[in-house]
């Protein structure tokens, strides 16, 4: 029986003590409750906690001693896993094509998964999806970037499966970014340079449903409730590109409006928005003054952009970091995690 499949109360158990070890809620060579405590706590019969004393003794997670409750092991066991993250074949997601411009968001995750993997010994590897495509013999575990894959994996694997940006907010198994403080510093930062139009790029609200939520909620909102007129924010949603051409266009169409300055520019992508900023300036128009721009993708190289990039970017680090551990978790368990999330930062450049 595969570890992650729960048929029994002693697979219960087993998952249930293994996890607080793991996640070190009992502490390394600490005693484990008594045999007797632990048959009260889950209801049990006390073969049932022997069995699950002698699995997690002979898999070397805790140390047996005679006539005394069993130590958690001082380091725990290493086992080595393989993760496997699909293909995500949208625009901006694209990881098939090997091209970062176009897929910069895809890459740079796919990266901080990848290496904090690493850091604990596993391996990733990106799996050329298909809707046929049989995992379970490659692959111990999936993280997903796509609410679509999860949803496919999902029905053809039992596999356990960890969504990325990829789910509902609060729906077990997933991580999602909290971007209540990135937003609200965005506004913020926008009334201090007394903003009094808004441009928001290719938020469209089928598919950046969640980032618009944070963007109405605490940044619309905050802007309006200080006085900044309803009709002079604008929502290109006509596209879910964030490509510099995107970011060309609708700077253009934008600065057709002739719509009261300074303007916010909020784009999901920093390419994207390093378009909108040369777009600007070609035009006679000076950053901080006339224009401020915001990013979304979170990209390492934008602070050494002509100008520097202010973001609103992606938390990849701590994604990465809580996406390796809850694969890792989930897979030793077999109990799926509870929702993860991670706060989003606004770095300010010279955009």
């Not at 706590?41 to 005394?68: M, P, S």
């Not at 990829?166 to 729906?171: H, K, R, S, V």
């Amino acid at each position: 029986m595969s570890i992650w499949q729960k048929e029994s109360l002693k697979q219960k158990i087993y998952s249930q003590l293994l996890r607080q070890i793991i996640k070190g809620e009992i502490a390394p060579s600490m005693p484990l409750p008594s045999n007797a405590e632990m048959a009260k706590q889950f209801n049990a019969g006390r073969e049932t906690i022997k069995q699950v004393i002698a699995r997690l003794a002979e898999e070397k997670y805790i140390i047996r001693r005679d006539r005394k409750t069993p130590l958690t092991a001082k380091k725990l066991p290493e086992k080595h896993y393989t993760i496997g993250i699909p293909h995500i074949e949208f625009p901006g997601h694209m990881l098939d094509d090997f091209n970062y411009e176009k897929a910069p968001w895809g890459w740079t995750l796919y990266r901080a998964v990848a290496e904090a993997l690493l850091k604990r010994g596993h391996n990733a590897v990106l799996l050329n999806f298909d809707r046929g495509m049989d995992f379970c013999g490659n692959v111990h575990g999936i993280i997903s970037f796509s609410s679509a894959v999860t949803r496919i994996c999902a029905e053809s694997t039992k596999l356990p499966i960890i969504s990325v940006m990829a789910g509902g907010y609060d729906t077990p198994g997933t991580i999602n970014l909290d971007r209540t403080q990135s937003m609200m510093k965005c506004a913020t930062y926008f009334l201090a340079h007394g903003v009094r139009s808004i441009l928001l790029m290719s938020f469209e609200k089928n598919y950046r449903n969640s980032n618009l939520s944070f963007v109405n909620k605490y940044l619309v909102d905050t802007l309006q409730d200080n006085g900044l007129a309803a009709e002079n924010i604008v929502n290109f949603d006509y596209t879910r590109d964030t490509s510099a051409e995107t970011g060309t266009d609708m700077m253009k169409k934008f600065m057709e409006m002739g719509l009261p300055k300074p303007w916010g520019i909020l784009c999901p992508g920093d390419f994207q928005a390093q378009a909108a900023v040369h777009t600007g300036i070609k035009a006679g128009l000076i950053p901080k003054k006339d224009f401020l721009v915001v990013g979304g993708t979170g990209l390492r190289e934008a602070a050494n952009w002509t100008p520097a990039l202010t973001t609103a970017g992606t938390a990849y680090e701590e994604i990465g970091e809580a996406a390796a551990q809850a694969i890792i978790e989930y897979i030793m368990t077999g109990e799926k995690p509870d929702a993860m999330h991670v706060k989003n930062k606004l770095i300010i450049r010279e955009t």
